[in-house]
């Protein structure tokens, strides 16, 4: 009965967290969409601390940014035989290059995951609460079965 009461909280939870992502996601770096195009050429190496997925690969391009600066850089496109001629990506002011901002299927999974794992925690918590109690109950009884089975029976007492 009493997790029944956890299920509130867990939507309680998913949904502060839903807003609180949402929110700053809104705080974040102001993002434009641009369009940059990708050089064909030689690929990229790899820089430090990226990640590059078996689908993609690493190629130089240039964009216009926001303000009207040329900017170039590396991109990761999918790999296609002919090569991508244009990619969108995401850009701030001044035309860095920028994560793509989170689309509300994300926040929500994100949100639901949270839930989902505080009402998880919660359940075996009452489980290992349950059955520590039976435990220990369960030998509480049979030491008392016990005592009292020896009183009955005179057995290791001074009769």
């Known amino acids: 009965m009493a997790?029944?009461?956890?299920?509130?909280?867990?939507?309680?939870?998913?949904?502060?967290v839903f807003a609180e992502d949402r929110a700053a996601d809104g705080r974040a770096v102001v993002r434009y969409q641009v369009t940059a195009r990708v050089f064909p050429g030689p690929l990229a190496l790899p820089t430090a601390g990226t990640e590059v997925s078996p689908g993609t690969r690493r190629v130089r391009g240039m964009w216009t940014a926001p303000d009207g600066a040329a900017r170039g850089g590396d991109l990761t496109v999918e790999i296609d035989p002919a090569g991508p001629r244009t990619v969108k990506i995401w850009v701030d002011r001044q035309g860095v290059q920028q994560a793509a901002p989170r689309t509300t299927a994300d926040l929500l999974f994100v949100a639901l995951s949270y839930g989902v794992v505080v009402e998880f925690c919660a359940v075996v918590a009452a489980a290992l609460v349950y059955v520590t109690t039976r435990?220990?109950?369960?030998r509480f009884r049979a030491r008392g079965w016990d005592r009292e089975w020896r009183r009955l029976t005179?057995?290791?007492?001074?009769?």
């Not at 009461?5 to 502060?16: E, R």
């Not at 435990?135 to 369960?138: P, R, V």
């Not at 005179?154 to 009769?159: A, L, Q, R, S, W």
């Open 3 to 16: 997790l029944f009461g956890s299920v509130p909280i867990c939507f309680g939870l998913a949904s502060s």
């Open 154 to 159: 005179g057995v290791g007492t001074d009769v």
């Open 135 to 138: 435990w220990w109950l369960d």
